[in-house]
Nanobody
Framework: QMQLVESGGGLVQAGGSLRLSCVAS????????MGWFRQAPGKEREVVAA????????YLTDPVKGRFTISRDNLKNMVFLQMNSLKPADTAVYYC???????????????????WGQGTQVTVSS
């Protein structure tokens, strides 16, 4: 059973940066596509970024393009989300997710993912 644990969230001023990490256990990360989602209060969970099993295919949602980067280190069983130029609109709980069904792809909907972390809070103050 794959388990995912996120870290790196916190409170940051607008324009600042954070790096989220997700460490996986109970499975080999290279067998999964990975994604980062976020959910703000009163809103649905939305995809932020996704990365295929080799790291060669990535997806970023339009609002974060040019500011966020997703990467992975399969040897360390970790996935990262580097977030720069943060805005108050980025405030949300951020979740790491793993997809075993189509690991070569960049899944963009929550129901495509099989495993989820507990989330880490990111708060951006204005």
């Amino acid at each position: 059973q794959m388990q995912l644990v996120e870290s790196g969230g916190g409170l940051v001023q607008a324009g600042g940066s954070l790096r989220l990490s997700c460490v996986a256990s109970g499975g080999t990360l290279s067998s999964y596509a990975m994604g980062w989602f976020r959910q703000a209060p009163g809103k649905e969970r939305e995809v932020v970024a996704a990365i295929g099993w080799t790291g060669s295919r990535v997806y970023l949602t339009d609002p974060v393009k040019g500011r966020f980067t997703i990467s992975r280190d399969n040897l360390k069983n970790m996935v990262f989300l580097q977030m720069n130029s943060l805005k108050p609109a980025d405030t949300a709980v951020y979740y790491c997710a793993a997809d075993a069904t189509t690991p070569w792809s960049t899944p963009r909907t929550a129901n495509e993912y099989d495993y989820w972390g507990q989330g880490t809070q990111v708060t951006v103050s204005s």
